[in-house]
């Protein structure tokens, strides 16, 4: 998180430079071709030029004041996913699993939790703190989820996950969670 921003403050430096030159390069252009053209068209060519001046010098204005910001409103959403998923999934291979699309293994995981709950390898409070965040992955993967499954889910949610519900559930797209969960989540290699 420490580098958010720069990536995107490089860029803008970048197209801020690429913009200068080409309005620097547009009025040589036109002093250059000034005896080809007509005084009239030269003027309002000059006029327009010197405008995208201003409103460019206004722009930078703004930047340097803070009046504008690079994390935009899709950036905010962004951040508060990231947070919403941290704080909603505590379990590292539930993130793993979730963000990388595995329904099945994570069903497989839920299995062999309720077995170590039984043979006493997990302790109830553990069991279901993971089985939330699995029943919770599932559902956001739209997997279909058992009855049992939706009452547990019902009776055992926390304001994290439920809240996690509600911010993902207002982006519209699955693709978009699953590229945020993914961006969180290193690999074994």
Avoid: W
Wanted: hydrophobic share 35%; charged share 35%; proline share 2%.
């Amino acid at each position: 998180m420490a580098s958010r921003g720069k990536s995107e403050t490089s860029k803008l430096k970048q197209n801020m430079e690429e913009q200068l030159d080409r309005l620097m390069m547009q009025l040589q252009d036109l002093e250059e071709c000034r005896e080809d053209l007509e005084e009239e068209e030269y003027e309002e060519t000059k006029k327009e030029t010197l405008e995208q001046l201003e409103e460019f010098n206004d722009s930078l204005k703004k930047i340097m004041t803070g009046d504008m910001t690079l994390v935009d409103e899709l950036g905010g959403m962004q951040l508060a996913i990231q947070a919403a998923i941290s704080q909603a999934f505590k379990t590292p291979e539930v993130i793993r699993l979730f963000a990388k699309r595995q329904p099945g293994q994570l069903r497989t995981r839920l299995g062999e939790m309720d077995r170590d709950l039984m043979v006493g390898k997990m302790s109830p409070a553990v069991h279901t703190q993971q089985k939330m965040e699995i029943l919770t992955a599932l559902r956001k993967l739209g997997e279909k989820l058992t009855p049992e499954d939706e009452m547990f889910l019902t009776k055992n949610t926390t304001a994290t996950l439920s809240q996690f519900e509600k911010v993902t559930a207002n982006l519209g797209s699955e693709d978009k969670i699953m590229a945020l969960a993914s961006s969180g989540v290193k690999t074994k290699e």
